[in-house]
């Protein structure tokens, strides 16, 4: 069994210095003089990832993971522990840095192949190939300030996968980029995984953790809380979301703190008993917010029928109101919510106001957006909600919030929504039973029609309690 | 680390430096070419400034204000005069070159130093390429001059192995202040003015001989580009060759220096990562 990556006790200490020189100074003067304050950014990381093997390193922003690749790829030193990376490396770890504006994706294919450790006739030998993959012919003589940024990443993801590194490190590399090259990218991942290399991937998609790689590394503040097989790792990171209880009531119980889960993985998949226990009705959830150059996120609330929440009773009325500091005016924004599934990551509902039609202003300075959704019929459970800001075609994000909430329903109708249901029962015996029929039907929608709407034209049911039906499938299911 | 553990002897450094020459090459080629890319004149640019500046200080030093010291052999023709500071010129433009922007070398690329396993030992080689190659446009050009006003020398063909070592002594000293401009950012600002000063203290527009006030001749000699431009006049103009021992010596030192800042960058770089 060969190890491609061997890491023992590695921490990593930011030092914060008061001046550049001072770094100077404890470089070249005997002893171990300190001359700086420290942030710890990894603490005694341990774990080895065999050959061939694909590793996913989940952890909130500012976890850690980019200065554990960073520190994986050579291009920061570690202050204490050991690291071997055995064989070649291409890191990926800012798609197309080193690119040349000014020049033309040929030449800066050959530069950037160059840099990534290849020789200029290596680089000729697969260029053919290069160019195949990163399907932009037609314009790689032109200068690459006149690309898109999508053209832009899709050559320079071509260069790094041809570099035949053996191990590959990519850093959210994957996360900007239209849904097919995406998919093509996951599947050269795929292939290069099945040729025997190794590849490291810090992934914010649950999708990508679980159906690419064989073992996940999650990291909270610096320290490994799991690593394990990338199936429960990633359901158990995404349920909690990194979540440090902001509010925890009296009573809450602090018998849900993430440390203690992934030992816990036996009971993994026992679904909805499980999820309840897991959810304590007063926890509240941090939100997670992606700001980048263009938009930062100033304010997030989650707002129920009694205010600021991030715990629901299935068909309350969501309010998300998010407040946006745009840098540069954006003519053609979209925004858009989505609720995700924290067990799949699979979106249970996405939609954005241009697929509403509704017109989207150029948006500018501070922006609230507001989503006002009258009723959320989610079952009990975490649910990650999430809110985007992006270009026109969704492609680029701009920033985006991710927010666990979870949702508690008295009843015992499970599942993840929750329908409006129209019962019933009759008995047909006589030959009468055509007129009865209809008779019974009109009765029937008339009294299901919610007290809140009570001038509903017969037909339309709005909000129906359903008690009676609830007593009767109580009785089915026990 | 991640590589090998290093071959820091003289010969590992060479072939770590020649295993990365494909991208060496293309760098150099990149700033020649991309300086002046979406230009009319494209990398004449590199050769007109130079030629600029020789016409405006043959014009000052020797028309308007004319130098109290005539260098030796120089009889007062404007040609000749313009020769004799071009050779001190372009000497001294590959050393101002090299080492001018050094300290910024390793700081202006933040990506490079992060982003990507980059061999940011070459940037110092790339540096010191374009500034032999800037040396060697201006050279065609003094050539063409000297055959025209002057005569060839035979003797002109030892420029390799004088310009060499100068070459090399750039190298180290740009390695060496390319480490040191990282942690030292008032490098940058300073190393400009004491460029400024060293072309004065260095016998580009007069001449090396006994006219100069004793003090200040010791002074000059005490800077490492003097020899250096000493020689190319005699090579190229004089038809003297260098002085062999001097030379050797010269490379040696050179050589020395060179590896010492080779070592010194290797020693820093670690650190790059957490100040850039």
Redesign the interface.
């Known amino acids: 069994m060969t190890l491609a990556v061997d890491v023992k006790g590695l921490t990593k200490a930011?030092?914060l210095?008061h001046k550049?020189?001072?770094?100077?100074l404890?470089?070249?003067l005997p002893g171990k003089r300190k001359f700086h304050e420290e942030f710890w950014a990894l603490r005694g990381i341990d774990f080895e990832v065999e050959r061939g093997e694909c590793v996913g390193i989940v952890g909130k922003n500012g976890s850690g993971k980019s200065t554990l690749l960073?520190i994986?790829?050579?291009?920061?030193?570690?202050t204490q522990g050991r690291?071997d990376?055995h064989g070649k490396?291409a890191?990926l770890?800012?798609l197309g840095?080193?690119f040349?504006p000014?020049?033309t994706g040929r030449?800066n294919v050959?530069?950037y192949g160059?840099?990534?450790?290849m020789?200029?006739r290596e680089v000729e030998e697969r260029f053919d190939r290069i160019l195949e993959f990163s399907e932009i012919e037609d314009f790689i003589e032109q200068p690459v300030k006149t690309y898109s940024s999508g053209m832009f990443m899709r050559l320079a993801f071509s260069v790094a996968i041809h570099v035949d590194p053996e191990v590959i490190i990519v850093d959210e590399a994957l996360s900007v980029g239209d849904f097919k090259f995406q998919q093509k990218c996951l599947d050269r991942f795929h292939d290069l995984k099945a040729e025997g290399r190794t590849i490291l991937v810090v992934s914010h998609s649950i999708g990508v953790i679980q159906n690419y790689c064989d073992r996940a590394l999650w990291l909270r503040r610096g320290e490994a809380v799991a690593y394990d097989n990338a199936e429960l790792v990633a359901r158990y990171y995404f349920n909690d979301f990194d979540a440090i209880p902001v509010a925890v009531e009296p009573g809450a119980g602090g018998d849900t703190t993430p440390d203690e889960k992934p030992g816990d993985l036996s009971s993994s998949a026992e679904g909805d008993a499980r999820d309840a226990d897991l959810v304590p009705r007063s926890e509240g959830f941090q939100a997670e917010l992606e700001d980048s150059e263009i938009a930062r996120t100033l304010r997030f609330v989650v707002e129920g029928p009694r205010g600021p929440t991030t715990s629901f009773t299935t068909n309350d009325p969501v309010i998300v109101i998010w407040d946006v500091e745009l840098e540069k005016p954006l003519p053609a924004a979209n925004y858009g919510i989505c609720f995700e599934s924290t067990e799949s990551g699979r979106p249970l509902f996405a939609t954005s106001a241009r697929n509403d039609g509704v017109t989207v202003p150029t948006l500018e300075g501070h922006v609230r957006f507001r989503f006002s959704l009258p009723r959320v019929s989610l079952l009990r459970g975490r649910y990650l909600l999430r809110v985007t800001v992006t270009n026109e075609r969704g492609i680029t994000m701009y920033a985006r919030v991710n927010q666990v909430v979870s949702f508690d329903h008295p009843g015992l109708d499970w599942g993840i929504v929750r329908l409006d249901v129209d019962y019933n029962a009759q008995c047909i015996g006589d030959a009468e039973s055509a007129d009865v029929h209809a008779e019974l039907s009109n009765a029937t929608r008339t009294s299901a029609a919610a007290p809140s709407a009570p001038n509903a034209s017969a037909g339309t049911t709005t909000n129906p309690r359903f008690d009676t039906a609830r007593e009767s499938s109580r009785e089915n299911s026990t | 680390?991640?590589?090998l553990p290093l071959a820091n002897t003289p010969i590992g450094v060479a072939r770590r430096l020649a295993g990365r020459w494909?991208?060496t090459q293309?760098?150099i080629y990149?700033e020649l070419v991309?300086r002046y890319?979406?230009s009319i004149l494209g990398i004449f640019w590199s050769l007109i400034q130079p030629l600029f500046l020789l016409a405006i200080y043959t014009v000052v030093f020797g028309k308007i204000m004319p130098i109290r010291i005539k260098p030796e052999g120089v009889d007062g023709s404007i040609a000749d005069f313009a020769i004799f500071l071009f050779c001190g010129m372009i000497t001294w433009n590959l050393v101002s070159e090299s080492i001018g922007s050094a300290c910024n070398l390793v700081v202006n690329r933040p990506?490079?130093?992060?982003?990507?396993?980059?061999p940011l030992e070459i940037l110092a080689v790339v540096q010191v390429g374009v500034a032999l190659v800037h040396f060697f446009f201006a050279f065609v050009i003094l050539f063409a001059a000297i055959a025209i006003f002057q005569e060839l020398h035979l003797t002109t063909l030892w420029l390799p192995v004088i310009i060499a070592p100068l070459a090399i002594l750039c190298l180290g000293l740009t390695w060496m202040l390319a480490a040191?401009g990282?942690?030292?950012?008032d490098l940058g600002e300073s190393i400009g003015i004491v460029l400024m000063a060293g072309m004065f203290v260095a016998p580009v527009f007069y001449p090396l001989d006994g006219n100069l006030p004793a003090l200040f001749k010791a002074l000059v000699l005490c800077n490492p580009a003097t020899w250096f431009i000493v020689q190319m006049r005699h090579i190229l103009t004089d038809g003297m060759s260098p002085p062999l021992l001097s030379l050797a010596f010269l490379w040696a030192v050179s050589l020395l220096i060179a590896w010492g800042g080779f070592l010194f960058f290797e020693?820093?770089r670690?650190?790059f990562?957490?100040?850039t």
């Open positions: 930011y030092p210095y550049p020189v001072h770094r100077l404890e470089l070249v960073q994986l790829a050579g291009t920061l030193a570690p690291v990376v490396v890191a770890l800012e840095a080193g040349d000014e020049f030449e050959f530069n160059m840099t990534l450790g020789s200029r | 680390m991640t590589s494909d991208l293309d760098l990149r991309g890319r979406g990506t490079f130093v992060k982003k990507v396993v980059f040191l990282v942690f030292l950012r020693r820093a670690p650190g990562g957490d100040v």
